[in-house]
């Protein structure tokens, strides 16, 4: 086993840590986490959705937090306010075209 294989699960992990240290204070953990990964070999899609992702289970993790102590009041948080997240993108809704997207060269 080489070195970088042996370093490269804990420098992640310590990355998260201190990504998701960074998140609960002021927010902002991606700029520790996606240049960590695009550093360990990663490529960028992979690293934004992977920030991404890390993201979206660091606010519903709050979300749930915050409705589980009391603090979200029933009247402000409908169920129509979770549509938005169910959208498409609007370059999902065009069947009009066959290419796809991209750099055209």
């Known amino acids: 086993m080489d070195t970088a294989s042996i370093w490269f699960y804990p ?4 990355t998260g840590l201190a990504a998701g ?12 986490t996606v240049p960590v990964l695009l550093s360990t070999g990663f490529a960028p ?9 890390q993201a979206a ?6 979300a749930f937090h ?10 402000t948080a409908s169920p129509e ?11 999902q809704c065009s069947s009009s075209t066959n290419e796809s997207p ?3 060269s």
């Open 11 to 14: 420098v992640l992990f310590v």
């Open 81 to 91: 306010s979770f549509l938005p997240a169910l959208a498409p993108r609007p370059e």
């Open 45 to 53: 899609q992979d690293a934004l959705g992977t920030n991404k992702l």
């Open 21 to 32: 240290f960074v998140d609960s204070i002021a927010g902002g953990g991606g700029l520790i």
């Open 66 to 75: 915050f409705a589980h102590a009391g603090l979200v009041r029933r009247m």
């Open 102 to 104: 991209g750099p055209t």
């Open 57 to 62: 289970f660091g606010s519903g993790s709050a």
